[in-house]
């Protein structure tokens, strides 16, 4: 029997950068057994230059992104959400609405590369974003979710969070 898609939405402060990065990783490398989203807590209004310049420059399509409130995913006819996963400080320290599906949570802490104004730091920075949240994708999208109960899937959650290779 083939395991179902799990829905995984990822908060930032923004929504502008993180968040949409690790949203394209998930629907570009993973799309067949995850679904991903994205949202801010005070999202930017704008997806910021660099993650799209990024994205763009690896052959994502970046056209559907934008900079969005969590609210939209705590509305009754939201998608039942299976993971929520935090990647920014800030926005794992806020009180997060009620999700639809009860989820799973974790943290997965990831520097910001949005404010960092020169731009040769700047296209490094998104770039080392990117790469430490490829790699918690693929350590979290390889883990045998359907079999592990919910204590072990929470531990190893976390664990990834402090994935850095």
């Not at 923004?14 to 991903?36: D, P, Q, T, Y």
């Not at 230059?49 to 939201?78: C, V």
Request: hydrophobic share 45%; aromatic share 10%.
């Amino acid at each position: 029997m083939a395991e179902r898609k799990y829905n995984v939405l990822f908060l930032c402060t923004g929504n502008s950068a993180r968040s949409i990065l690790a949203e394209a990783i998930v629907n570009e490398r993973w799309g067949s057994r995850f679904h991903g989203f994205s949202a801010g807590s005070h999202p930017a209004g704008r997806v910021n230059p660099g993650a799209i310049r990024l994205l763009e420059h690896l052959g994502f399509s970046t056209h559907a992104f934008r900079s969005k409130s969590w609210d939209e995913f705590a509305q009754p006819d939201a998608p039942p959400l299976d993971f929520v996963i935090t990647v920014c400080d800030n926005a794992a320290g806020e009180v997060c609405p009620v999700w639809p599906g009860k989820p799973m949570t974790a943290h997965w802490g990831v520097p910001d590369p949005a404010h960092i104004e020169d731009p040769v730091a700047s296209a490094t920075a998104f770039a080392e974003a990117f790469r430490l949240l490829a790699r918690r994708i693929e350590l979290f999208a390889n883990l045998p979710i359907a079999t592990l109960d919910k204590l072990a899937l929470g531990n190893r959650l976390r664990e990834i969070g402090r994935a850095t290779e």
